[in-house]
Structures are given as structure tokens and as C-alpha cells.
């Protein structure tokens, strides 16, 4: 995937649609992702599942990746996701 421009202040290195998955196919597939991409590469991931927000949360505590941003707009949620330099595993 290419670099997308996401706004003005944000662009994402890589983009993943996990719209229409439920728990816990958007982590696992966030995670995987995350894992290919370099240190401080943003990823941005649109999901419907309303316990995504739960998921991203905790996900990203555990794991030290940064969440920059994250909306909810018609049902959809959107995360904009910063790779942390030494994240740990889960």
C-alpha cells in the first residue's frame, strides 16, 4: 500500500480496512501489520465493531504502540496508530 494522506497533520504509511470483522480479527490484523512496518510509521485502521475502541486501547498499553487518533463517525471508528520503537509483545 502506499502512503496515504490522512488530514492535514496526520499521514499513514500503511492502511487496513477491518471493516465488518468482529473481535478479534481487527487486533490480529492490526498486530501483523504493525509488525512489518519500521519504528514511528503511522498506521490508520477503519473498523465497525464498537468494542474495537476497548480493543485498540488496551492493545496499544500493552504493547507501547501509540494510538495518535481515534474518531467514530456513522458507525465507523477510525485509529490512527503509531509503531513504537521497541514494542512489546503480545
Known sequence: MNQTDIDDKLTA???LDAKGLNCPLPILKTKV???KMQ?????F????DPHSVV???AYAAR???EIL???EQGGIYEFYIRRAENPRET
Open 13 to 15: 504509511d500503511r492502511v
Open 33 to 35: 501489520l504493525l509488525n
Open 39 to 43: 519504528a514511528g510509521q503511522i498506521l
Open 45 to 48: 485502521v477503519e473498523a465497525t
Open 55 to 57: 480493543d485498540f486501547e
Open 63 to 65: 504493547t507501547r504502540h
Open 69 to 71: 487518533r481515534q474518531t
